[in-house]
């Protein structure tokens, strides 16, 4: 008994010293609530208010408790949202500065903006992705246009001369209608505004002829006759409108166009922490006030892995890359 349980004796010491090392080298997050009580920034790149911002702040108020600590919003508004993106690009990769973003910085301006501080792709860990807009291809009540195929025949016809609204340069909305262009050879005037709202509003107008609007703005104009939707861009119909075909019902095959809103890390955030980060997110997302909140704003929650956003925004980017080279647009 005696001489067997030395060894053994040595044997769990040792255990015990090698367990002690690798709990040293355990690094301080993981041994207590992360991040230890250490404040989150959650940058939001546009202007308080938006989507963008209204469902991010919801998702930081659930996050903080998660996490044992607090999460602030700071927008950092300006040049269609790189602004906000170069701040996160910079920041330190520990998990406390986080980016709230959407397609626009991370997927469509990096092609329009040739000296961005910042590499859309390898500056950034996808952390998940949070939700997409699909959109609306509205024309004022009294436009002659009762389907897609009438507007594209119209535009046909008389080059040229048919216009288009979009909430600015570089949006979303612009890329969708010289998408339409590329796709069928018809031909518009684009007139960019200085964000969606006026945009809307001129169409209501008539002062322009269509335009791909975001589906909750849309959407009570089009359910009070105001707007006529002729087309939604997503893959399937929306719940709210069963009777208004997607693009590619309209005979628009590859035409499909959803405006997402994500989360991203500096690059060389720890995976470790990009997948609780994941994990928490994720679950607020499933938080009932979160669910409606998010169908208030016309967003239907997505989540997933960061491996899913990362694949989405090098695609998306791959896909508004060409539709801005083979156009030839410009930024402001």
């Known amino acids: 008994m005696t001489t067997t349980s030395r060894p053994l004796h040595r044997i769990a010491r040792r255990s015990l010293l090698a367990l002690g090392g ?4 355990v690094p301080a997050w993981a041994q207590a609530d992360w991040p230890g009580g250490k404040l989150i920034t959650w940058v939001v790149p546009y202007p308080a208010g938006g989507s963008t911002d209204v ?3 919801n998702i930081a108020q659930r996050l903080g408790p998660a996490l044992g600590t607090n999460v602030i919003v700071d927008n950092k508004a300006g040049a269609t ?12 990769p520990d998990g406390f500065t986080l980016l ?44 002659p246009f009762k389907n897609v195929a009438d507007l594209l025949a119209a535009a046909k016809a008389q080059p040229g001369k048919l216009a288009f609204a979009s909430g600015g340069n570089g949006t979303i909305l612009q890329m969708q209608g010289e998408l339409l262009q590329q796709q069928t050879g018809a031909r518009f005037i684009h007139v960019p505004y200085k964000g969606d709202t006026p945009a809307l509003q ?23 006759g105001k707007l006529r939707a002729l087309a939604v861009t997503s893959a399937q119909r929306l719940k ?3 009777a208004v075909p997607t693009m590619g019902e309209a005979g628009l095959k590859d035409f499909v166009v959803e405006q997402w809103q994500a989360v991203f890390a500096p690059a060389k955030t720890p995976a470790a922490v990009v997948q609780r980060l994941n994990h928490e997110i994720n679950k607020t997302l ?11 704003l ?16 090098k695609a998306d980017s791959a896909k508004w890359a060409k539709v801005i080279k083979d156009g030839n647009i410009q930024a402001d």
């Open 202 to 224: 001129d169409t209501l107008a008539e002062q322009a002829q269509f335009m791909f609007a975001p589906a909750a703005a849309a959407l009570p104009h089009v359910q009070a």
């Open 22 to 25: 690798a709990m040293l080298a």
């Open 240 to 242: 709210p409108l069963p």
């Open 298 to 313: 016309g967003v239907t929650l997505v989540g997933g892995t960061p491996q899913q956003l990362g694949d989405l925004q």
């Open 100 to 143: 709230g973003t959407s397609i626009g910085p991370q997927a469509i301006a990096p092609h329009l903006m040739a000296k961005l501080p910042y590499d859309h792709i390898t500056s950034f860990e996808p952390v998940v992705t949070v939700g997409t807009i699909p959109h609306i291809l509205v024309v004022g009540a009294n436009q």
């Open 81 to 92: 949202g790189t602004i906000g993106a170069a701040f996160v690009a910079k920041a330190q």
């Open 286 to 296: 499933k938080d009932p006030a979160v669910v409606a909140l998010a169908d208030k």
């Open 55 to 57: 469902l991010g702040r």
